[in-house]
């Protein structure tokens, strides 16, 4: 196992994960930011008192289908998503590929990146998770449609 670099006080050096880096893509592991997902779960919930659901749609990027169904709906499954995300982002920044991972670093590292978050980046991360939930709710809701013979 590589150790994480600390600093002289024995501290361990934190790499600024970048915010356009985090990529919402389906759910995966989540396990190591279990922790954050309450703080996300809450910010999603104020992010969707302080935007109507036009206006979430319409910050989505264009050229994909959106659909307003159960996990856009549901600020578990949008913080899933998110917590997804950031596990993999972490993961990606210190450990790459095929290096064993100590998963109590590992928590520390996605805890000390949610507390750097400013507001705006966390609207930003919320919107993509949103988005990641909207475009699975129109997939899985019209493929039956799409696929029938």
């Known amino acids: 196992m590589q150790p994480i670099p600390k600093n002289s006080n024995n501290n361990l050096i934190i ?18 930011s279990n922790g954050i997902k309450p703080f996300i779960t809450i910010a999603t919930s104020i992010f ?5 659901v036009a206006g979430i749609f319409e910050k989505f990027p264009e050229g994909e289908d959106y659909y307003e169904g159960v996990r856009f709906k549901s600020n578990d499954a ?4 998110l917590c997804s995300a950031i596990t993999e982002c972490a993961i990606m920044e210190y450990y790459g590929d095929g290096k064993e991972i100590d998963m109590t670093v590992l ?23 949103m988005r990641d939930c909207a475009s699975a709710d129109h997939w899985y809701t019209f493929e039956k449609e799409w696929n029938t013979y």
């Open 15 to 32: 790499k600024k994960m970048k915010v356009s880096d985090i990529k919402c893509n389906g759910v995966g592991m989540t396990a190591p």
């Open 48 to 52: 969707r008192m302080r935007h109507s």
């Open 78 to 81: 949008v913080a899933d998503r």
């Open 107 to 129: 928590e520390e590292i996605i805890h000390v990146f949610a507390d750097s978050l400013s507001g705006a980046d966390m609207d930003t991360l919320i919107i993509d998770a």
